[in-house]
C-alpha cells in the first residue's frame, strides 16, 4: 500500500519562501500524476499544479510565476518551491499521487502572515 508524506509547512511573512516535500513509500516511478492540491478555510480542496512524469507541468492561475514543482522519478519524491507568498495561500496543502489508484497525504498546513 502506498503511503504519501508531505513536509514543510509552517508560518511565514507574505513576501517570504516555503519549499514543501512529499515522499512515496513505494517506487513510484511508473506513475502518470504528481500534484499538490490545497484547502484553505471554509473552501473546497483545489488543485495549485501538477506534473507528469515526462515532466509537464499546469499551474492554477493564483500560483503561476511564483511556485514551481518538481519530481525526482528516482526518488519517487515531488517538490514544491514557493516564493512570494501572500495571506491567500494560506491553506492545508495535500501531495497527491496517481499510481494505479489515488493516494493522498495527510497534509502539512502553511500559513502566510500579514
Known amino acids: 500500500q502506498l503511503q504519501v508524506v508531505e513536509s514543510g509547512g509552517g508560518l511565514v511573512q507574505a513576501g517570504g519562501s516555503l519549499r514543501l516535500s512529499c515522499a512515496a513509500s513505494?517506487?513510484?516511478?511508473?506513475?502518470?500524476?504528481m500534484a499538490w492540491y490545497r484547502q484553505a478555510p471554509g473552501k473546497q480542496r483545489e488543485v495549485v499544479t501538477t506534473?507528469?512524469?515526462?515532466?509537464?507541468?499546469y499551474y492554477a492561475v493564483s500560483v503561476k510565476g511564483r511556485f514551481t514543482i518538481s519530481r525526482d522519478n528516482a526518488k519517487s519524491t515531488v517538490s514544491l518551491q514557493m516564493n512570494n507568498l501572500n495571506t491567500e495561500d494560506t491553506a492545508v496543502y495535500y501531495c497527491?499521487?496517481?499510481?494505479?489508484?489515488?493516494?493522498w497525504g495527510r497534509g502539512t498546513q502553511v500559513i502566510v502572515s500579514s
Open positions: 506534473v507528469t512524469r515526462s515532466g509537464s507541468t
Open positions: 513505494v517506487s513510484i516511478s511508473s506513475t502518470a500524476i
Open positions: 497527491y499521487i496517481r499510481w494505479n489508484g489515488d493516494y
